[in-house]
């Protein structure tokens, strides 16, 4: 347990899903005064707008018999403060790479209005092998706000004093935490910062370049040896090699280009017809609309990415008015981390070339996930259609019935793809015994996760972002995002589960969504 001035830190673990956390939490002898309370709620409000893969993630927040909390991910990574007390010194490499993160993450916090505490040693994580990342610093208001040029001066001054000055290209990262700290300098941006700190960065060979190369030096000495020895064995020989490698380059290259998408009819609407149906505890009368049949895939969103890849003035015609200028619609975990080297691959890449992503099978015809409300809405309404509310959600998953579950009364969580099988195993074999899938599943399957009119993934797979915003309990007159339905780290399959968001800027691992549209 760690403690703050109005909060206290715990390691905990998140049973349904089988993960640590780190739960915040408001301390009880300062959670009756009204001011405390709020600012509380609204700094986990401020960190939970925060999507960024090198700041940790909040994932959700609430109250539990008059105890105020939210939680966070838990990065398992030793602190720069840490290093600081033992005497560790930390080479100019890793030093370049920390001022890397914090220019593009301080860049981010600034484009995206998102005020922030000042970088303190704790806050930078460091993880052999990973990219450095920063604890969430985002916060409601300041006092007395940052001055850039001093936080620079601050941050160059702690990353100087940390570095190994005898280590190999230690002038390359002196040269740009003196620019830091001396003003006549100082980039004028964290943009430049983090550009200054990408272009001082040594540039080193892939790891494995000396075996390749002697291996291609032994190869070829062998062929000459044996060309002395029998041309004519050689001869067959190097035909019949030549014909393996070729075999074996075309099955690479199929298993590394990968990109079926095996439902025939993926895109496909479902209408549903006006009338009255039971909502929750009430029964209410909607209009006729559309809904997507099932969950947006993985290789449905990347046609989009490509889009605005290739035309990136366009991004604009289809984003929220609300949504921060210039932000990115790449889900979180779906980007190469180029930062390392070799890169680390993204679930992207990951899908395409080797079908698994963290320790599960999983294929392009699975739902997108890692978006946020604003990437929802801007897909759909790429497509021209919109996302549905939740009214429509639940008529699309209910149907003209009034179970709790799209194939009626009975509670079989095994029907859907839900958490009732999900382990952490990293084995990709280990997992998924009820329902046939560890985590993610195509948007077609189960077959039994089926509407009466036909929509499929209601109950599992992945909960799903609605176009509807509801009252926060916590603080009257705010309005957050809804999500509906079930996912696979939940045992809870009723189409009645209702999930606030803390911000329309938190994604998840078991978050995606539909599209939806109106009948005319």
Known sequence: MAETENKCLYRA???????????????????????TLVRFKADARAKAKVSHSFVSAVYEGGESDGIHFYSCEMVPATSLEQLNNRGTKLDPKTILQIIKMLGEVLDYFVKENIEHLPVQPRNILLNPGQP???????????????????????IGQVLASAMDLSAPAANMA?????????SEKKPTTWAAIAELAASKM???????????????????????????KNSRRVLIGSLVSFTLTLTACYLIYRNLTKSEVRISDLGAM?????????????????PAFAISKYEVTIAEYAKFLKFLEANPNKAKDFDHPKQSKGKSHIPTGWADMKELNPPNPGYYTRVKKWGQFNGAPITLDSPVFGVDWYDAYAYANWIGQRLPTEQEWEKAARGT??????????????????????????????GGEKDGFKRWSPVNAPKSD???????????????????????????????PVIRGGNWKTNDASITRRVLKLSELQSDEGLGFRTAKDIK
């Open 13 to 35: 673990h998140q049973t349904n899903i089988d993960r640590e956390v780190i739960l915040a939490v408001l301390k009880p002898n300062v959670a009756a005064n009204p001011e």
């Open 132 to 154: 450095p990342r920063i604890t969430n610093i985002a916060c409601e208001t300041l006092v007395k706000p940052l001055d850039p040029c001093v936080e620079m001066r601050d």
């Open 174 to 182: 002196r040269e740009v935490t003196t620019a830091l700290v001396v």
């Open 202 to 228: 040594p540039k080193s060979a892939p790891v494995d370049a000396g075996k390749i190369q002697a291996q291609s030096i032994a190869l070829k000495k062998a062929v000459v040896d044996a060309k002395k």
């Open 270 to 286: 479902i209408t549903i017809p006006a009338g009255e149906f039971q909502y929750q505890d009430t029964k209410v009368r909607i």
């Open 401 to 430: 019935g009034s179970g709790k579950f799209p194939w009626g009364e009975e509670n079989k969580p095994e029907r859907a793809n839900t958490g009732i099988d999900f382990t952490p195993n990293p084995d990709p074999k280990v």
């Open 450 to 480: 089926r509407s009466e009119y036909g929509v499929f993934g209601m109950a599992g797979n992945v909960s799903e972002w609605t176009a509807s915003f509801a009252e926060d309990p916590q603080l009257p007159g705010d309005k957050v």
